[in-house]
Every structure is written in C-alpha cells, then in structure tokens.
C-alpha cells in the first residue's frame, strides 16, 4: 500500500459546483497534514494546513480523520480558477527536518 | 515573499553527460529539498539538506549526487545521466521555525536526457 493514496481523477465540475478530495494515508501516527496546489506547469504551493479540528479558508474546508485516516478538501461554489491539481502532503511519524511525504494528485477541471 | 529560482527552465542532455541543477532561495531557510515529478508517481524526494554540507538521502537517490557549501544554494548533480532521468526537478525550501512547514518550491528545470 503507497504512503498517500489519492483518486487522480480527473474531476470535470461545472463552475459553482461543490466538489470533495480524499487523501488517505497508511501510518496512523502520522503528524501533520496539508493540502498543496498545483497548477499547469507550474510549481506546487501550499493551499491549506489540515487541523485536527478541521479548519476552513473561504470556499475550502480541509477536514481530518485520524480514525479512519483520511482528510479531505471541500470546494465550494467552484470557479474556474480552481482547476488545478490538488496534493495531499504528510509529514509521517519521526520525520526530520520537514520532510513530508506527497500524494500523486487529484485533478480538477471546472468547467463553465 | 520567499524566492526560490532554478538555474534553468528546459534542459536537453545526452545520455552520460554530467548535469548540474542549481537552487538557490533568498529567505535564510535551513531546509532544501531536491524531487522529481512524474505522471502518476507524485513528486519523489531525491535527497535533502538541514544545514550547509549536511545531506540525507531521499526515497530515490540512486543515480544523483547534491552539494550544499552555501546556506542559499542546494545543487543536484547527475553524474552520468540517463534516458531514465528524463523529468521534471523541483527545489524547494523550508523553515523548522514557526511551526508551519511549509516547504516553497521553485519553478522546475524540465530534464530531456537523449
């Protein structure tokens, strides 16, 4: 089993459409979560930190769920910007020096 | 704002040639890392440095060499590259302190070896 899983999509949603990511991961003493943003040719960028409690940022809500070790990223009212790929980052157990572990992406194309 | 530049946008080698990448980023981060992107595989770490002339291997190191004799500057070195190298490299950085591990990458050096 790879260390951070994610579907690949694509996911094709029309503009103002709520669209939802998974991302599990296999080590459950895993540390922190993130979700980074990749768009065309271009490098990736943090979008959002992943907290315990959840936490939103605008239209983007991250939620973690250390049972079932998954967290997810809800978009909401979709725009065109958005369409990108979208990386599901954990820094597993021990890890030094910020090293952090990627997920191979999900794509989103919003479409008008 | 953090800057990480990278020495080149596109490069095409030939098969056994040695190849330099260069990073370098202006925000006195203790961290470099050196991954490559392919499709389907995510981004692979190939080696990493927490403080100048100090390295640790990644997932993938096999085939690449790194240098670090100045905090800015992280280089990855192919020592004879091949087809299989072949890929998109990015550097990124990063600070322990303030909690946010945020690593910042810069714009990738696209790798064509022939």
């Known amino acids: 089993r790879k260390e951070v899983e994610q579907d690949p999509g694509p996911f094709n949603v029309p503009e103002g459409a709520t669209v939802a990511f998974n991302c599990t991961y296999s080590n459950s003493a895993s540390q922190s979560f993130f979700w980074y943003r990749q768009d065309c040719r271009k490098e990736p960028k943090l979008l959002m930190s992943v907290y315990s409690s959840g936490n939103e940022d605008g239209r983007f809500t991250a939620q973690l769920n250390r049972a079932s070790q998954y967290i997810s990223l809800l978009i909401r009212d979709s725009k065109l910007s958005d369409s990108a790929t979208y990386l599901c980052?954990?820094?597993?157990?021990?890890?030094?020096?910020?090293?952090?572990?990627f997920g191979p992406g999900t794509s989103l194309s919003v479409i008008p | 704002d953090v800057k990480v530049t990278q020495s080149s946008r596109y490069l095409v080698k030939r098969t056994g040639e040695k190849v330099f990448l260069e990073c370098v980023q202006d925000m006195d981060h203790e961290n470099m890392f050196w991954y490559r992107q392919d499709p389907g595989l995510g981004l692979r770490l190939i080696y990493f440095?927490?403080?100048?002339?100090?390295?640790e291997k990644g997932d993938i190191p096999e085939g690449y060499s790194v240098s670090r004799e100045k905090k800015e500057r992280f280089s990855l070195i192919l020592e004879s590259a091949s087809t299989n190298q072949t890929s998109m490299y990015l550097c990124a950085s990063s600070s322990p302190w303030g909690g946010r591990e945020t690593q910042y990458f810069g714009p990738g050096t696209r790798l064509l070896v022939l």
């Open positions: 980052v954990v820094r597993p157990p021990k890890a030094s020096y910020d090293k952090v572990i």
């Open positions: 440095s927490y403080d100048v002339k100090m390295k």
